[in-house]
T-cell receptor, first 111, second 113 residues
């Protein structure tokens, strides 16, 4: 499953498939980006981060891609599992370290 | 165990009352933050503090106040001047030399009756 466009609030994906969550950021001066996962009624949990001097970074089952030319960030989740169902937020920051959060994408994993 | 604690988890208050939300961290982080989250929306920054006895307004500071008397603690007071205080409040902390990941607490859900 894949979310496209400036903001797609929901993404439904089949268990075992790969997920791609997209995020368009606003500030070309942003130099640090984070993806967070938030389960219902809980605080956001760090997934992965990337600095502006990188294009790609990989973690366990997750990959973040940064395209500074079009100010676009994506999170890829491999072999999506039921526990991946949550709201995913991208956040950006520049210079003063304050994070600016996107509105989030709700991912639902179908069994 | 290192982490951030927020209390209480649920809080109810009558209109016109001030209420204080607690946030404590034992991560030895210099910076602490308060965010507000409304249903279906992202996080908006209320206040942040880089160091003890210093704090700055975020994007939506009106109707809120904070203090930072200790490194570990950053309480948020929601005053009666806040027009629409019902929301989910999240506290976070980070290293200041950054930018760096912010670690979040479990949140406090405030409901104004």
């Amino acid at each position: 499953g894949e979310s496209v466009g400036l903001h797609l609030p929901t993404l439904s994906v089949q268990e075992g498939d790969n997920s791609i969550i997209n995020c368009a950021y606003s500030n070309s001066a942003s130099d640090y980006f984070i993806w967070y996962k938030q389960e219902s009624g809980k605080g956001p949990q760090f997934i992965i981060d990337i600095r502006s001097n990188m294009d790609k970074r990989q973690g366990q089952r997750v990959t973040v891609l940064l395209n500074k030319t079009v100010k676009h960030l994506s999170l890829q989740i491999a072999a999506t599992q039921p526990g991946d169902s949550a709201v995913y937020f991208c956040a950006e920051t520049y210079n003063d370290y304050k994070l600016s959060f996107g509105a989030g994408t709700t991912v639902t994993v179908r069994a | 165990d290192g982490g951030i604690t927020q209390s209480p988890k649920y809080l109810f208050r009558k209109e016109g009352q001030n209420v204080t939300l607690s946030c404590e961290q034992n991560l030895n982080h210099d910076a602490m933050y308060w965010y507000r989250q409304d249903p279906g929306q992202g996080l908006r920054l209320i206040y942040y503090s880089q160091i003890v006895n210093d704090f700055q307004k975020g994007d939506i500071a009106e109707g809120y106040s904070v203090s930072r008397e200790k490194k570990e603690s950053f309480p948020l007071t929601v005053t009666s001047a806040q027009k629409n205080p019902t929301a989910f409040y999240l506290c976070a902390s980070s290293e200041w030399e950054g930018p760096n990941e912010q670690f979040f607490g479990p949140g406090t859900r405030l409901t104004v009756l």
